[in-house]
């Protein structure tokens, strides 16, 4: 529910506009129909009192007249009421006669509050109380209405409760009509004031979504794309700002690959312009290698020296090259089916003797029969190359453990060591270009400080993975994953990256 709301700007702003409007129209028409029902309820009560007070005066007048005085009480009641009935049709009423209940025609006595009968017996005075009018029809429902009652006092001095009914049929139907005409004006207010709200806000809303679609296809590559600009308004101000800034990025970004492009150049010019020096400078030192043996002492160290680094800046330069040409995307793959099992176990073969010189034992753990996948196996030796020979240097005289296993999808190979190991941040650094954990250590094995970031992006020719872990002191273990075939997407490995070995210990 919570990603629905903060997915789509018009549809909080409609429903937070729509809600808060509907709060606001729905507290208004009660306030409303409350000073209406109030107004309409005081009006009709002071109505009702007057027309009472009117009528007993008149009722008493008549009852202590001296022609009533020789009619029984109760016939003189009863004519009172038939000619008080008589002039309206406002109000019934209900007396009290000493013998008898008189009940003006079309409702019953149970129209009188039962606490009003009691208040009006055992007090003189006028008492008013809301009640609910009861017809004597059964097909006619009960509606609200006034009950007023007082004594009159007959000749004789007796009091006798009379009972004013005012129905507020009339009142009702006025606040019917106003509930009516409230519930539709706040239908129609609310459906006025949705279509304004979504109106302003597509205003609002369409240049931000054409800067937003805008600013996707910068980010995309499109660098040509602008934002149309309309008036004058802060919202064609963001259109200005996009534009401004698309070309402040168009020319920003033209000039870092300008200065690219020409770093990849002199890069690869200079790499080919060593090549036939360094090959004249290393067919040389080979001769003089070969012939150390004649030397003296100090001579035959300084060849061996000399043609040692010649050989690492042979490396060195063969590295630039490679990372030359991935850098200008000329990398290209010879992909072919092999058994990655098989080439592992050749590098491996090939690097025990310098493993052997370091004290290492190298172990080969296979958990499938079939690695076959499609790769280009130059590019795959080479990273077991960078892998191994790094498990070697840094392994402290330890054994390193290589595993290989694969799943449906794909082939994968692990190369633990248990050495110096480096901080788990730098899972991420170590495939950084002339990276060292350890800028003061010495290497055994030698190097150009660029296998592993070769080997990065050999993997990722493959589609593939190749990630590290470490710990210091633990050692270290990077995993190889890659695709069985050129079509297929690495979405896990059968490999952890994690050694078993380490998983139980603190991280």
């Not at 529910?1 to 808060?20: D, E, F």
């Not at 239908?187 to 949705?194: D, E, H, K, P, W």
């Not at 176990?345 to 004290?359: N, S, T, V």
Request: no cysteine; net charge negative.
């Amino acid at each position: 529910m919570r990603s629905l709301w903060w997915s789509s700007l018009p549809g909080r702003v409609l429903i937070t506009t729509a809600v808060s409007t509907l709060a606001v129209l729905g507290l208004a028409g009660y306030i409303l129909l409350e000073m209406a029902a109030g107004g309409i309820v005081d009006a009709k009560r002071q109505a009702a009192v007057n027309e009472a007070v009117g009528v007993h005066a008149f009722m008493q007048q008549q009852l202590r007249a001296p022609e009533s005085r020789s009619v029984a009480v109760s016939e003189a009641l009863n004519r009172l009421a038939d000619q008080a009935g008589a002039q309206t049709t406002q109000y019934m009423m209900v007396i009290q006669a000493p013998t008898s209940t008189l009940v003006s025609r079309g409702i019953t006595a149970e129209s009188v509050p039962a606490d009003l009968v009691e208040t009006v017996t055992a007090r003189d005075g006028l008492f008013i109380s809301p009640t609910s009018v009861r017809w004597t029809d059964p097909e006619v429902g009960d509606e609200p209405g006034l009950a007023i009652g007082t004594t009159l006092v007959t000749a004789g001095g007796d009091r006798v409760p009379v009972f004013y009914v005012f129905p507020m049929t009339s009142e009702l139907q006025v606040l019917q009509v106003l509930q009516s005409a409230v519930a539709a004006t706040f239908v129609l207010l609310a459906l006025a004031i949705g279509l304004i709200v979504y109106l302003v806000t597509w205003q609002v809303v369409s240049p931000v979504r054409r800067a937003s679609v805008t600013a996707l296809r910068l980010a995309s590559g499109q660098l040509d794309e602008r934002m149309k600009v309309k008036g004058s308004d802060e919202l064609a101000s963001l259109a200005e700002s996009m534009n401004q800034m698309a070309e402040e990025l168009q020319a920003r970004i033209r000039q870092l690959e300008s200065l690219s492009a020409v770093q990849r150049q002199f890069v690869s010019d200079v790499s080919h312009e060593l090549r036939t020096p360094l090959t004249t400078i290393k067919m040389a030192a080979d001769m003089l290698y070969e012939s150390r043996d004649d030397l003296g002492p100090s001579a035959r160290r300084t060849v061996e020296l000399m043609w040692f680094e010649i050989e690492r800046f042979d490396v060195l330069l063969a590295d630039l090259l490679e990372i030359s040409r991935f850098d200008a995307g000329a990398a290209v793959l010879a992909l072919d089916d092999h058994d990655l099992a098989a080439i592992v176990a050749d590098e491996i073969e090939a690097h025990r003797p310098l493993a052997e010189r370091q004290g290492i034992e190298i172990r080969l753990r296979r958990t499938t029969e079939d690695a076959t996948a499609e790769i280009d196996a130059r590019r795959v030796r080479r990273i077991l190359r960078n892998l191994l020979s790094n498990a070697i240097e840094h392994g402290r005289g330890r054994p390193v453990d290589v595993t290989v296993a694969a799943d449906e999808d794909t082939v994968a190979v692990t190369v633990r060591d248990h050495g110096v190991g480096f901080e788990a941040e730098q899972s991420a650094q170590v495939f950084d270009r002339f990276w060292r954990a350890d800028p003061s250590r010495t290497r055994v094995v030698g190097g150009s400080g660029l296998g592993l970031a070769i080997s990065l992006e050999d993997a990722k020719l493959h589609r593939g993975w190749l990630s590290a872990w470490g710990r210091p002191g633990r050692g270290a273990q990077f995993r190889l994953t890659l695709p069985r075939s050129r079509d297929h997407k690495v979405l896990a490995s059968p490999l952890p990256v994690v050694p078993v070995d380490d998983q139980g210990s603190r991280r």
